[in-house]
């Protein structure tokens, strides 16, 4: 089925198989980012040093992703000279790509913490840093869903939601920084759970860009 953006299937039929596939990469890449920053937390929160390594290396399968996204959307663009909605829809995939790419990179990040984190799930602030997890992964969910939908509305919310994902992480570092001050946490740790949630902030500034780059391909501004 054609992406919503384009007209109609067009008359060379491979061209409509490799539109296909641009979509395929992309949902790909959004599973195995989101499904590396839920590993990522969870061996943090057990001291899985094992998982932790899993997530650092499932790194590579992303990065090969995004790079195989780029070279079939930019042959795309030199062979098929796609105009208007077709050009749109592979430019902001290419961008989408790199936002995902990204999104990877902190979920591999996450987990190389375990070596100074150790265990958090002691941690007093990790309810709050969990909630973030999910939350940061909930929005790169929907800001691909809207591409997928081409829904101006799901990406606007999406771009929305991302005051509430800095909300979160102020309420954290006011957290951490309460516990250091009342020394109910070391001063390393409260650091580095600060870091840690600086990191899911960035991921939710990457749905607000995939939405951004939705609201690119549907309005062209």
């Known amino acids: 089925m054609a992406h919503p953006i384009i007209d109609r299937p067009h008359t060379v039929s491979s061209y409509d198989t490799e539109l296909g596939k641009v979509g395929s990469i992309i ?5 195995l980012a989101n499904t ?16 932790a390594l899993a997530i650092v290396e499932q790194d590579a399968a992303i990065d090969e992703l995004e790079r195989a996204l780029e070279r079939l959307a930019l042959m795309m663009i030199m062979s098929r000279a796609p105009m208007a909605g077709d ?5 902001s995939a290419i961008r989408i ?26 941690a007093p602030a990790f309810a709050l840093v969990s909630s ?4 940061a992964c909930e929005m790169i969910s929907d800001a ?28 954290l570092v006011q957290s951490c920084c309460d516990a250091m001050d009342n020394r109910a946490v ?8 600060i870091a840690l949630g600086k990191q899911l902030e960035r991921v939710g500034d990457y749905a607000a860009n995939i939405a951004g780059d939705v609201a690119y391909m549907l309005t062209g501004e």
């Open 27 to 31: 949902t790909e890449m959004a599973d």
């Open 36 to 51: 590396s920053l839920a590993g990522a937390m969870a061996a943090l929160q057990h001291g899985d040093a094992v998982a």
């Open 87 to 91: 050009l749109r829809y592979l430019i």
């Open 97 to 122: 790509g790199k936002m995902l790419e990204r999104t990877g990179d902190q979920a591999k990040r996450i987990a190389r913490r375990i070596d100074t984190l150790g265990s958090l799930g002691t």
């Open 132 to 135: 973030m997890q999910r939350y």
């Open 144 to 171: 691909v869903t809207s591409f997928h939908d081409a829904s101006l509305e799901r990406a606007q919310a999406v771009i929305r939601a991302d005051k509430e994902l800095n909300a979160m992480n102020r309420m």
């Open 186 to 193: 070391a001063a390393r740790e409260g650091i580095e759970v």
